[in-house]
């Protein structure tokens, strides 16, 4: 795989990021993220740090759940497209219902692994509210956080792995959580600087775009709704949430456009 075939599968990835049937299916589930978003900080408003920790990183686990299942239907929905098919959406639901549902395998056990790390780190908080020495105890395991928190950070990055190499691998080829999971990591294993390479390519224009519409909702954020009242500043943001969901729609398209790009050049073609 060298240059040109890379540019080759980014430009047709991008060509079919603005197809009206794939944003008519990515735009919905990118507003049911952002709800879950939304209604998690509105909750975090004065929370305690150990409930606001859990209201960021909840959120984030469940949409990856809901966008590895997107990922799926994109993939499939893309392979049709580039061979110059017909996509009907009834007979594609009908089709990829139990690949669909092969996703929440994957996707739940990392919201149930970071619940349990949740609870153990409000076992720390409770040793530092111990009277008297409480404050000492939790200096001296301060790392036990530290680490807790690596772990979560670590679930986010294993759920990107999944929505690029897990999508299309469920989508085209194979439904075995245990064997898929074991091939992801099999793949990254034995060439690690392609995979990483087409992951970073798939993530540029979503990052890019985050980061500008991060922007935006800063600069909004403290010049036209500082004075706002919370309940008022949770309803503005569920707003200006739509407009961010469409702008993304294509990113998010592009970004599962490639990684069916990817699997076809590092394994479909390499096994024929």
């Known amino acids: 795989m060298d240059f040109s075939s890379i540019e080759t599968c980014f430009n047709r990835a991008l060509s079919l ?3 009206k049937k794939k944003i008519f299916l990515c735009f919905p589930s990118l507003i049911i993220c952002g709800i879950i978003l939304v209604f998690c900080k509105t909750l975090a408003f004065n929370a305690s740090g150990w409930t606001a920790l859990s209201l960021i990183f909840l959120p984030l686990l469940l949409s990856f759940c809901i966008l590895l299942a997107l990922g799926v239907l994109l993939v499939r929905i ?13 007979e594609l639901f009908s089709a990829s219902w ?3 549902m092969s ?6 056990p990392p919201v149930l692994i970071y619940l349990l790390l949740w609870v153990l780190l409000g076992i720390f908080l409770l040793f530092k509210e111990i009277p008297g020495v409480g404050e000492f105890i939790g200096v001296i395991l301060a790392f036990g956080p530290f680490i807790l928190i690596l772990c979560t950070l670590f679930l986010c990055l294993i759920d990107i792995l999944l ?3 897990g999508s299309p691998a469920i989508a085209l080829k194979t439904t075995d959580k245990l064997k898929l999971a074991r091939s992801i990591f099999g793949y990254l294993k034995e060439n690690a600087f392609k995979h990483l390479i087409m992951l970073l390519i798939a993530l540029m224009p979503i ?4 980061c500008f519409l991060a922007l935006g909702w800063h600069l909004t954020n403290i010049s036209y709704l500082e004075m706002t009242q919370d309940a008022l500043k949770s309803l503005s943001w569920f707003f200006i949430m739509v407009p961010f969901s469409a702008i993304l729609t294509p990113a998010v398209i592009f970004f599962f ?8 050049k590092l394994h479909l073609n390499e096994n024929r």
């Not at 990052?207 to 985050?210: E, K, N, P, R, V």
């Open 78 to 90: 893309y392979h049709h497209e580039v061979k110059g098919l017909k996509v009907n959406f009834k």
């Open 257 to 264: 456009n490639f990684s069916a790009e990817s699997y076809n």
């Open 98 to 100: 139990q690949q669909v």
């Open 103 to 108: 996703t929440f395998y994957l996707s739940v």
């Open 163 to 165: 929505l690029f190499f």
């Open 17 to 19: 990021s603005f197809s």
């Open 207 to 210: 990052t890019s775009l985050i």
